[in-house]
């Protein structure tokens, strides 16, 4: 293993102000819990939670309930609204580096110039560990607790490696999927790939960690890439904690639909497989999804700020958990996907009403769904009920909203409503991973966090020079020569008399 990333793995790891106890209670806020009979949340006004070591051993509606330990912490959160850690389950965690570099690209062009293929050439083991590890700090910074990284910075042992030791590092909940793929530019090839990833698999690196071993492989079909049936002997020799693949279909042609993955005996078993995107899934995936009870991940932002967007997802709910995808180029936290997922749903389903000339009488969706798929879907998705839930024997990953101080939250008396629809990341007071502390009165508690920041910038400052004097890519014929052809969208104006305001991307080379 890289020299540099066993030193960093003991420089980062450690938090401010712990404590001995090994017992803590939320006393007195309100708190989202879940309620297993209806399968909706339960709100509890005025209780606390006692979480013992990792777990969540008691939710009451007492704020001092008289059995709690004697020597427990006392977390005073009066007036405060507790809610589980959001799950993430798709993200591309190491891509930090490149923020707001990518403000106008479309997918097309994110393939030529961001994604791995492209990347690889310009990141070395340290610039994948640290945006990886500032990546994951902006998360929990985020309450997103639970994050499926899809790891496409698998491009060589080094920085394979430079990215799990950062997730570790970072003691987010992390399912860390090992991505296999073929990079050309480096001549690393999957072969390659393949005996560094029975290298993590048998050592003892996650031990004691919060992060778990998962799988990304994105050649499943129609057309299976010549390694796939080892793929899918891996993930069940090791019998990874999840798989994921990249699930687009129609005219991008990077399918991976849940029928292209069945033929290899990985869906109907206990293995989570999550499809990310699933914007062209078809019926028969769609029925596949829902017989073998495995999961898309629906990223909002990210669906719409390409342009794949997300046609059928709606019709698929009931099988779907959120994801945030590339946090370089829009929001990282995953209150912001369910609330643009919310409304983007509603808008869809009263446009089909107002469509036919008649007037809606209902709203189509909940903040209550919304808040669930944010929370409960994801711990679903990865085939882990006690994630995303706040109940006796969950994990105690939980998340405190300033509901008693910010001016946005002034005056509320839904909880749920509160959060979706009024609340930021700017409210999320406390965070906590398995019952310990990563934000704690409003700031990251990681001991070296401030080392990280200016050690982050460095590299991304190097990382964006380089991109900086890159031209953007032509995009001329057809997409990846799959029979579709380029196209130009309208241009939105947003200015008087001539052009149309559309501007630039502004960066040192051009301010």
């Known amino acids: 293993m890289n020299r540099y990333l066993i030193l960093a793995t003991a420089l980062v790891a450690g938090v401010s102000g712990a404590t001995a106890s090994t017992s803590k209670l939320f006393s007195g806020g309100t708190i989202i819990a879940w309620n297993n009979e209806t399968e909706t949340p339960s709100v509890i006004r005025n209780g606390s939670i006692l979480v013992v070591d990792d777990i969540i051993q008691a939710v009451s509606s007492q704020a001092n309930p008289d059995d709690a330990p004697r020597d427990a912490e006392i977390i005073d959160v009066s007036g405060q609204i507790i809610t589980p850690g959001f799950i993430d389950t798709h993200r591309h965690g190491w891509q930090t580096a490149f923020k707001t570099l990518g403000s106008n690209t479309t997918l097309a062009q994110y393939f030529f110039r961001y994604g791995e293929f492209a990347a690889a050439a310009n990141f070395r083991a340290k610039d994948v560990y640290l945006g990886q590890l500032a990546g994951l700090y902006e998360a929990l910074n985020a309450g997103v607790t639970t994050t499926l990284d899809h790891a496409h910075h698998t491009w060589s042992n080094e920085t394979a490696y430079a990215g799990l030791n950062a997730s570790i590092d970072s003691r987010a909940r992390v399912f860390w999927a090992y991505a296999f793929h073929d990079i050309p530019t480096l001549n690393y090839t999957v072969a390659d790939q393949i005996p560094n990833f029975r290298d993590i698999a048998t050592s003892d690196i996650l031990d004691g960690t919060n992060t778990e071993l998962a799988i990304a492989y994105d050649s499943w079909g129609p057309e299976p890439g010549p390694e796939a049936s080892q793929i899918a002997s891996l993930a069940k020799e090791y019998d990874i904690a999840a798989l994921t693949t990249h699930t687009l279909g129609g005219p991008w042609g990077t399918t991976n639909l849940p029928e292209d993955v069945y033929p290899f005996d990985i869906l109907n078993g206990t293995l989570p497989v999550i499809f990310s995107h699933g914007s062209f899934i078809s019926a028969r995936g769609a029925q596949l999804l829902r017989s ?193 052809e380029y196209a130009d969208t309208s241009i939105a104006d947003t200015k008087h008399g001539e052009g149309n305001g559309y501007g630039s991307v502004y960066t040192d080379e051009s301010t």
């Open 292 to 484: 073998t009870n495995q999961y898309i991940s629906i990223t909002p932002e990210s669906e719409m700020h390409y342009g794949h967007t997300h046609p059928l997802s709606y019709t698929l709910q009931d099988q779907a958990a959120l994801g945030v995808d590339t946090h370089f180029t829009f929001s990282t936290d995953i209150l912001t996907q369910a609330r643009i997922w919310l409304q983007s749903t509603r808008y869809r389903l009263f446009n089909q009403v107002l469509s036919t000339w008649r007037i809606p009488r209902n709203s189509p969706m909940s903040v209550v769904q919304a808040f669930s798929l944010a929370t409960r879907a994801g711990g679903l998705a990865l085939r882990r009920p006690d994630l995303g839930v706040i109940q006796p024997g969950a994990k105690a990953d939980l998340v405190v909203w300033n509901a008693a101080e910010s001016p946005a939250l002034l005056g509320w008396v839904d909880p749920i409503a509160a959060v979706i629809l009024h609340a930021s990341v700017g409210d999320v007071l406390h965070v906590t991973v398995n019952g310990e502390f990563v934000k704690r009165d409003g700031k990251i508690t990681a001991s070296r966090y401030k080392q990280v920041r200016e050690d982050f910038l460095e590299s991304a400052q190097r990382i964006q020079g380089i991109y900086e004097k890159m031209p953007l890519p032509v995009l001329e014929g057809q997409f990846m020569d799959g029979g579709f």
